[in-house]
């Protein structure tokens, strides 16, 4: 059985993500998946990484050492040369600031549990390309 091979580039994807463990196990599921990934540790390191390499999909923890979650989502949205890359909020605080969020740009919010890593994070996965799917849309209709 011959494997198709996709025309398609890779999705670049830049997962801003404090917690070792977590990066990691996103980054292995992101990878599996079939995207590129870049990381960073912190908000400076992100916002430094968006602006360097101009993401298709930014994925943000909202907790973060240096420049805050929400602070970075502002600055990406502020910035012309990035504000069309869409960004996925992470949080481990639930869903009560999932509406600021959404309006401050967020395309997306998920909660991240224990949970979200089980089945190489799939439910990550299915946001990722949801948001994808969605943005891939809403170009074809400019």
Sequence with gaps: MKM???KERKVKVLLIEDSKFQRIANERALIKAGHSVIHAGDGEEGLRAACESVPDLVLLDMMLPKVSGLDVLRALK????????PVIVLSGLGQANEAKLLKEGAAAFFVKSEKSLENNSSILIQAVERVLTEVKAARAHV
């Excluded at 502020?78 to 890359?85: E, L, T």
């Design 4 to 6: 198709r091979v996709s």
């Design 78 to 85: 502020g910035d012309p040369r990035v504000k069309h890359i």
